[in-house]
């Protein structure tokens, strides 16, 4: 335990949450010379079945494995409840509201959200206007970050509306995990993961107009870090794996080009960053998508998830604004509070992120992936001093939270060259897919883990790992 | 099946049969190139660079034809397209690209001999490297075959796994009975004399086809005997008229998958047969233009070659052909494709 930090096993040193008791009798139990047996097996399965990510700042681009740490993060149904009921709360909201800057705006006109923060963002997508997305939906995937404060309370602290990346390790760390630890799992009754692919497929499939749709999964190709998970998404959706030079589109349809001819397309995933995905109206010069797509698109004979535009609405300065956003669409109050977050772009909240520095992070608001962030606490004079800089060139371009004091789990890592169980960072991202009906949140997630002893950044591109996350059944109410 | 994906599978199976067809050839050269004692001045290097194609890229790199440029040249240059290491890589390039529609110890297996590759060196006891090289390079490639047709679902993308080793097969065999006419004997005296059933012997030897010939036909090298096991005899897995048979089925399979037989393929496929099992036999082809006889293989083959791009890797044109109205046409269809390459 740390302290001063919410610990998810231990409330008290040596003494285990209720929850985690088996757990914590487990990892009593268990040698580190077992551990690292059981660490090697799941190593090599994941690395035999090519479970890898490309680190793009390594010029060979060589395949890593994604650290699984085999510990998993334990949530009883009474602390998943309100999570799950945020969640959809949340997407159901920003759903609402990307329809409306997409059309009607009148969250703008009743000045809610300030007009500017909107349509001068650089992630608003004028060529999304108007269009009527089908059912009115423009985020089929959501991951939500959450973290939990020092009193245990969960938090948001970023909106994932784009392409959430991750799903594929959530479902198959749950997969290793029911082969390396099969005796933990007797002892919890963890509810499933594996629907997953499921779910999305019905609901996609339930927003297509047309009888039988065809699927297809858009990637970038073979060189994108995530392209494991495409192949693996494509796979598991029973859809076709494309490239943009396997689509053309003709008269308002998208095809694909198979060797029985062409064959149509009624719904696209696309992994594709949207700037990318349609040369005609996008990047001119982006050969990764298909000429004509959003055309097809605006015709409304195309499922696309998720929607182009997003990006609006998990701006991290948007971020500051959703508890307005969910009050003024659902006329409830939110359910999962968010950080308290200083906008640069206000002159008072600038001053005061420039006098405080260091008990803040500061965050770009169009990058993701833990780049270009400052955490203040660990800074050194002079990056304090060049963000000072960025800051008041650019005040638009950051907003600033208080440092988040992240609880800690109990992981198996290296440290003064001994491995053994010690407390690390972790976050939850849970993923839900939105239908036309309904929106669907999986019991788990991905909990991702800062491997580094101190380090509060748990972003894979960043260092960090990730655990299986197990949200357990309902308990039956004793009978008296 | 995409396009894409089929096109990349064929080809994957022409990279690792010309891999294997290759090693095989310059091994037995260069075990001939030894023994040519008395016949100093009979080049076997040219021919083969003929045969292969790279003649004049060769050329463009390498001044002087000699055994140890050559064999570099074809078996490791990277620079060379069509030599072994460079069609071990561009098969698993290729696999790569499409890693979902292979199996994983496929994909395995190719992943390992590239690394293996990658970090080969010649420089000491050229020799012994060079045997291990052609061992090491015939198991990869037979092992290959052996989890292709086991691990594999025996679908359309297992078709044009064999469709594309089959087509190489058939060309390779072709070009390798090519290597007779080029070599050209000192003088006429020489046919029938003991460098010229060398030659022969040589060439059973690079289509590995010398044991099969000794079984059915004695120790007698016969050049008739032997031209006529390596072009039509159908249960000879390294003949053309295997080859060709194999690549029948293939393309019936897959014309049955995508619903889609050409009558043009059929007509070209029947042309080949009827060359293959010419009535005259080989002795007839010997007096009547050996060159000439395989030249028209060849033809047909090429000919079949243009027919599955256009049956199965243009997808527009299929669905015309099927009757499908699309506004597109191939002008427009390019202007898209450039558009997206700027």
């Known amino acids: 335990m740390i302290p001063g930090y919410f610990d998810e096993v231990f409330q008290s040193p040596n003494v285990a949450r209720k929850v985690a008791a088996h757990l914590a009798e487990y990892l009593g139990q268990i040698s580190p010379e077992e551990m690292e047996v059981l660490n090697a097996k799941a190593e090599l399965s994941m690395s035999n079945q090519g479970i890898t990510f490309t680190v793009y700042a390594d010029e060979r681009g060589t395949e890593k494995i994604f650290p699984l740490d085999l510990i998993p993060r334990i949530l009883t149904h009474q602390e998943w409840a309100p999570v799950e009921k945020g969640i959809v709360q949340r997407l159901k909201a920003l759903n609402l509201f990307l329809r409306d800057v997409y059309n009607e705006q009148e969250i703008l006109k009743d000045q809610v959200v300030p007009a500017h923060l909107v349509v001068q963002s650089n992630q608003y997508c004028r060529e999304m206007t108007g269009i009527k997305v089908p059912k009115g939906v423009h985020t089929h995937i959501g991951g939500v970050d959450l973290i939990r404060n020092e009193k245990g309370e969960f938090l948001v602290l970023e909106d994932n509306l784009r392409c959430p990346s991750g799903v594929s390790y959530m479902l198959n760390n749950r997969r290793i995990l029911m082969r390396v630890l099969p005796k933990l799992f007797h002892q919890y009754k963890v509810r499933s993961v594996n629907h997953y692919p499921q779910i999305l497929f019905d609901q996609l499939t339930g927003l297509s107009k047309r009888e039988r749709p065809n699927i297809a999964v858009l990637t970038p190709g073979v060189y994108n870090s995530a392209y494991f998970e495409h192949a693996f998404l494509a796979d598991q959706l029973g859809g076709e794996l494309v490239e943009g030079q396997d689509l053309l589109t003709d008269r308002d349809v998208l095809y694909r080009k198979t060797t029985r001819g062409l064959i149509r397309v009624d719904i696209l995933y696309t992994r594709v960053d949207e700037a990318f995905i349609d040369p005609l109206v996008f990047r001119p010069d982006s050969y990764l998508g298909v000429p004509g797509l959003m055309h097809v698109y605006r015709a409304g004979n195309l499922v696309l998830a998720n929607a182009p535009g997003n990006g609006v609405a998990d701006d991290k300065a948007m971020y500051a604004y959703t508890p307005e956003i969910i009050k003024y669409y659902l006329n409830e109050e939110p359910i999962l509070p968010i950080v308290k977050t200083y906008l640069c772009a206000r002159a008072d909240e600038l001053d005061y992120v420039l006098n405080n520095l260091e008990k803040l992070v500061v965050k770009p608001t169009d990058a993701s992936g833990g780049y270009g962030l400052l955490v203040g606490s660990a800074a050194s004079e002079q990056q304090m001093a060049e963000f000072r800089v960025k800051l008041a060139q650019n005040p638009t371009g950051y907003i600033a939270q208080p440092i988040q004091k992240l609880s800690t789990h109990p992981t198996f890592v290296e440290q003064e060259g001994q491995w053994g169980f010690h407390p690390r960072h972790i976050d939850l991202r849970p993923y839900a897919v939105c239908g036309g009906e309904s929106i669907e949140v999986i019991p788990g997630g991905l909990t991702r883990v800062a491997l580094r002893q101190g380090s509060l950044v748990v972003n894979s591109s960043q260092g960090g790992g990730s655990k299986d996350t197990w949200v357990l059944q309902e308990e039956e109410a004793s009978p008296c | ?342």
């Not at chain 2, 040519?36 to 076997?44: E, F, L």
Request: with cysteine; aromatic share 10%.
């Open chain 2, 1 to 342: 099946m995409l396009s894409r994906v089929a096109q990349r599978l064929y080809w994957i199976g022409r990279f690792i049969e010309n891999a294997e067809n290759l090693t095989r050839i310059l091994d037995v050269y260069r075990q001939m190139d030894l023994e040519k004692s008395g016949y100093d001045d009979i080049d076997v290097w040219t021919p083969i660079l003929q045969i292969t194609e790279s003649l004049d890229f060769y050329k463009s790199l390498h001044p002087e034809v000699s055994e140890r440029e050559v064999v570099d040249f074809l078996l490791f240059s990277e620079e060379n397209p069509h030599s072994t290491i460079s069609s071990v890589f561009q098969a698993r390039e290729s696999a790569k690209n499409i890693r979902n529609n292979l199996s994983e110890e496929i994909w395995l297996h190719l992943n390992v001999m590239y690394h293996g590759l990658k970090s080969m060196t010649l420089d000491q006891n050229r020799v012994q490297k060079l045997d291990e090289f052609h061992n090491q390079i015939l198991v990869f490639c037979n092992c290959f075959h052996g989890l292709v047709d086991n691990s594999m679902i025996q679908a359309q993308g297992w078709q044009w796994l064999r469709l594309g080793r089959y087509y190489q097969r058939a060309i390779t065999t072709v070009n390798i009975l090519k290597i007779k006419y080029f070599i050209l004997l000192p003088s006429l005296d020489d046919v029938g004399s003991p460098v010229d059933l060398h030659q022969w012997m040589a060439l059973l030897k690079a289509a590995s086809a010398h044991e099969a010939y000794r079984r059915i036909h004695q120790a007698r090298i016969d050049p008739v005997l032997v031209a006529d096991l390596l072009v039509n005899t159908g249960n000879f897995p390294r003949s053309i008229a295997y080859s060709v048979d194999q690549v029948n089925l293939a393309l019936s399979s897959i014309a049955k998958a995508t619903n889609h037989s050409s009558s043009k393929v059929l007509f070209t496929l029947d042309r080949l047969r009827e060359l293959l099992h010419y009535s005259g036999g080989m002795t007839k082809v010997f007096g009547q233009g050996y060159k000439e006889y395989l030249d028209e293989i060849l033809k047909e083959l090429t000919e079949l070659q243009e027919l599955v791009d256009q049956n199965y890797f243009n997808s527009l044109k299929i669905s015309r052909d099927r009757g499908s109205d699309f506004s597109l046409d191939l002008r427009q269809l390019q202007q898209q494709q450039q558009q997206s390459r700027l």
